[in-house]
């Protein structure tokens, strides 16, 4: 076999290289714990790589590479040329996030592949290897071959999952960006996928394939190219190419993460791990906490945005919810529909927003100083209708409005159908692009850059995908990116019973989302309409849960900034039941995902940073259940004071969403817990140390 020394050589010698047979060439690389086993090659000129957990297969030989317009690309008569090893071991703090420590525990394989016809060129794939999966991407350094600018318009890599794995999935390159309906079914029938994408192969693997460090590139969906077997597909710009970039350029990660049960999906680091460091330095100005807001009234339709007669931001109303949140210990309050742009059809003006100036009824420095008096303070809010051209022409300004006033967290919006992003080209052409689009991708950066300037945090709604930037850019807390509760008031149909034990398995392991929890008032649609033209939602539309599920949401869905969605009056109704969202934290020390299976429940139990007590919440499907959770996050047989808000024993989505119990009980650190779960119910604990 040719040394790689002797095969670099040779390589360099050729600029123009032909036809040479080259012995096949494996290498492999394990995990640190020995179970996963990563397989790269180059068998008949082709780049490829294979993955097994346990010895079972996880992904089929796969193949790897990148085509370009204007330059020879990387498909065929391709050789290893060279290979480096690394191992690595550290831990690292997050500022904020579901566990304060993180262990970066991989071992690295960087494969160079070279061409061996037309202009010598050469492109390195870097694999790293964790215990819960496998990260890798391209890296394409500076080279003879690939000067000037570079577009790319096809990756290649291909993950060979089979026909027959059971998948839950979201489509891509649908109207609703990523606001749909989890599908589940066998992966021969998915035909175009948004990441993260869950798959259990018949031998019990749990694979969840996904992409991290999505910067200065276009986001992946998995497109199939056969039954079973997906391609990375590169959402294109406006000009029909996927990525403009020069060299040296190197490709997000792309993430395969690997368990033997579904709970092991969510306890794995792999997609934070494969970002960069915090780039911001100080940032100690980014808090995480719950907030409340002037927004589920609209969604409702109690209130509107523009200023019609029933304008949810104005004073009055916003004191109410200043009052409230000084009172019962909230940080924020959002409050949507405050400047001037929202009369009429927003949807299809994003054009007229203006980001400084407030409607008559909203006077936001005597609003701020109020809040700043009692301990709280206003959250931002900017919808753009996906008018990014308006946006960003307004963004500085807005941000410094904000920060004149004391606001440190802003929510963004890009209500627009997926293409439809206006943007005008460097010749003052309007153009449309996707929400995941290059674009798109550099807009979100563009923002949080700018936001950081201000010391201020973003929350973004309608956004590109998580891709675990939170780590570089610790301001960027928080996102929507799949069906949050607003279904529920106006979806056609609302979210499911099974959806949070799906988005749990799928959605979550991307990162943080703002799905604002909390619903008290079960039958929104159920109450009169305030006026003839405000119809609230239809005969369905209610979250299809128990109460003590909304409830285990806050600790099932991780959001840093973490909301009390309901109106103020529904949670005084409460109280009691109020009491466990006052105590849970929006700030971890450590989560565990206990137990569960995709898409029928599943068991989180996290740790407060400020307290130090553990919270635990459990939901389910439309199946009641009766779960033993093991309690082996808490100290070994020490007694805890458990405060537990379950379903009561007839409670049931559909027809007695209200039955709950609470109750303290006595408990001992590693013992199991029984816990009966109604249909599309759910428990939420609170754990204290005697
Ligand atoms: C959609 C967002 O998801 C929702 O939270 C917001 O209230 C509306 N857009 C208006 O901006
Ligand atoms: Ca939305």
């Given at each position: 076999m040719l040394g790689i020394w002797t095969k670099l050589v040779a390589l360099a010698m050729l600029a123009f290289a032909v036809a040479m047979p080259l012995k096949a060439e494996e290498l492999t690389a394990t995990s640190p714990d020995g179970r996963i086993v990563l397989t790269v090659s180059d068998g008949g000129g082709h780049a490829a790589y294979s993955i097994s957990h346990d010895g079972n297969e996880a992904i089929r030989s796969s193949r790897l590479g990148m085509l370009f317009n204007d330059h020879h690309g990387f498909e065929d008569s391709l050789a290893i040329a060279g290979s480096t090893t690394a191992s690595h071991d550290a831990t690292w703090e997050q500022p904020w996030g579901e566990r304060r420590m993180v262990r970066d525990h991989h071992k690295e394989l960087a494969v160079t592949f070279a061409a061996q016809e037309g202009p010598a060129r050469q492109i390195t794939v870097r694999f790293r290897v964790f215990d819960t999966g496998v990260g890798f991407r391209y890296e394409l350094n500076e080279q003879a071959a690939f000067q000037g600018p570079i577009a790319i318009t096809d990756e290649l890599t291909q993950f060979a999952i089979g026909a027959d794995a059971d998948t839950w999935w979201t489509p891509s390159r649908q109207f609703n960006r990523y606001e749909y309906i989890y599908r589940k079914g066998l992966a021969g029938t998915v035909d175009d996928a948004h990441t993260p994408v869950t798959f259990r192969r018949q031998n019990g693997v749990h694979i969840s394939i996904h992409e991290a460090a999505l910067v200065d590139f276009s986001a992946m969906s998995l497109l199939a190219a056969r039954p079973g077997d997906f391609e990375a597909q590169l959402r294109a710009g406006s000009d029909g190419v996927k990525v403009h970039t020069t060299a040296p350029f190197k490709s997000p990660w792309r993430t395969i993460q690997i368990a033997s049960d579904a709970v092991g999906l969510i306890n794995s680091d792999i997609i934070l791990n494969l970002n960069e460091p915090n780039k911001l330095g100080d940032v100690s100005w980014v808090e995480p906490g719950k907030y409340v807001g002037v927004w589920w009234e609209m969604h409702i339709r109690d209130r509107t945005w523009g200023n019609d007669g029933i304008h949810g931001a104005n004073n009055t109303d916003v004191i109410r919810h200043i009052d409230f949140a000084a009172e019962h210990g909230f940080k924020g309050v959002l409050v949507e529909g405050w400047n001037i742009g929202w009369d009429g059809d927003w949807f299809n003006n994003g054009a007229l927003f203006s980001f400084t100036e407030t409607y008559d009824d909203f006077d936001l420095p005597m609003l701020s100083e109020y809040a700043a008096e009692r301990g709280v303070r206003l959250i931002g809010h900017h919808e753009t209708s996906g008018n990014v051209a308006n946006y960003e022409a307004q963004m500085a300004d807005g941000f410094a409005l904000y920060q004149e006033n004391g606001i440190r967290e802003v929510k963004t919006g890009y209500v627009a159908d997926a293409g439809d992003i206006v943007r005008y080209d460097e010749n003052g052409v309007k153009q449309y692009e996707w929400h995941d689009s290059q674009f798109m991708v550099g807009h979100h950066l563009r923002v949080v850059e700018e936001a950081a300037k201000h010391r201020i945090s973003i929350n973004a709604h309608e956004p590109v995908k998580d891709t675990g930037l939170r780590r570089t850019y610790p301001n960027w807390m928080t996102r929507e990116g799949a069906r949050g509760m607003e279904f529920n008031a106006w979806g056609t149909p609302p979210n499911p019973p099974e959806h949070i034990s799906i988005l749990a398995y799928t959605r979550m392991l991307s990162g943080p989302m703002d799905f604002t929890p909390g619903i008290f008032d079960l039958r929104p649609n159920e109450k009169p309409p305030l006026r003839p033209d405000m119809q609230r939602g239809?005969?369905?539309?209610?979250?299809?849960?128990?109460l003590a599920k909304q409830l285990a949401l806050y600790v099932v869905l991780y959001s840093p900034l973490q909301m009390a969605a309901d109106l103020p009056e529904n949670y005084e109704a409460r109280m009691d039941a109020f009491q466990f969202i006052k105590d849970v934290e929006a700030d971890w020390e450590e989560s565990v995902a206990v137990s569960g299976e995709v898409g029928e429940y599943v068991a989180i139990a996290r740790k407060g940073r400020a307290g130090g007590e553990w919270f635990l919440g459990a939901v389910t499907d439309e199946e009641e259940r009766e779960l033993s959770i093991p309690l082996s996050f808490l100290d070994e047989g020490k007694s805890y004071t458990a405060q537990v808000y379950r379903d009561g024993t007839h409670a049931h989505w559909d027809h007695n969403p209200y039955d709950i119990v609470i109750e303290e009980i006595e408990i001992t650190g590693g013992d199991d817990m029984t816990a009966l779960l109604a249909s599309s119910g759910g428990i939420a604990v609170r754990f204290i140390a005697k």
């Open positions: 239809g005969a369905d539309n209610r979250p299809q849960t128990t």
